[in-house]
């Protein structure tokens, strides 16, 4: 069964400053997606990110940004010029291309972020 | 467009109660359904998908079961709650697996006294 780790249960950052949320993953599949899901104090789920596995380009979405490395399986995302709203809970997500397993989606433990200003 | 409705809100509820909670979506056809338990302090755990009506896969042996009666509507309930069944509860749907983007409702928080 495939397994999520986010080995930072809290982090903390400057406005305006950059941070690096860490998640890495493990799996004996080739081909799958990862994602990077933000739960703000309102408890909403919301997508921030999604990267496909079988793309080297690592994917951008405006001040988000990951770094995946699929040999190392890790998959971080990047907030650049962090700003107040930014503060909420991340979860890494995997979830699998096959048919079989490709409905579910697998969660880490998240990782709480604190803006301070 | 389409929305995802999740109901209750909040509900506080004695131990050995029964329990429903609805979720129903709109503006879509054979969505994905899905709900995720969010205990504290800890991760998003899966319980339960439907992929079509009247198809439900459990994920974890629990007190609770679900039940998809139409195409997009997905009830999680319970016969006796435990008070371990505490949690913030999340349904969502995606259109299709894989690469689609499962879109959660706004949860609800079940406190179990």
């Known amino acids: 069964a495939q397994t999520v780790t986010q080995s930072q249960p809290e982090m903390s950052v400057q406005e305006a400053e950059t941070v690096t949320l860490s998640c890495t993953y493990d799996t004996s599949e080739s081909d799958y997606y990862l994602f990077w899901y933000k739960q703000p104090p309102s408890r909403q789920m919301i997508l921030v990110i999604r990267?496909?596995?079988?793309?080297?380009q690592n994917a951008t979405e405006n001040r988000f940004s990951v770094n995946f490395q699929k040999a190392a399986k890790s998959f971080s995302l990047k907030i650049s010029d962090s700003q107040l709203g930014d503060a909420a809970m991340y979860f890494c997500a995997y979830r699998s291309a096959y048919v079989g397993g490709s409905e579910k989606l697998v969660f880490g433990k998240g990782t709480k972020l604190t803006v301070n200003p | 467009s389409q929305t995802i409705h999740q109901w209750p809100a909040t509900l506080v509820q004695p131990v050995g109660s029964p329990l429903s909670l609805e979720c129903t979506v709109e503006g879509t056809s054979n969505p994905n359904l899905y709900w995720y338990r969010q205990a504290a302090g800890r991760g998003l755990q899966l319980l339960f998908y439907?992929?079509?009506?009247?198809?439900i896969s459990s994920e974890v042996p629990q007190n609770l079961s679900a039940s998809r009666p139409q195409d997009r509507q997905f009830i999680l309930s319970s016969k006796k709650l435990l008070l371990s069944d505490s949690g913030f509860y999340l349904c969502a749907w995606s259109k299709g697996a894989g690469a689609n983007v499962l879109t959660f409702g706004a949860g609800s928080r079940l406190t179990v006294l």
């Open positions: 990267q496909e596995a079988y793309k080297q």
């Open positions: 439907s992929v079509g009506i009247g198809q």
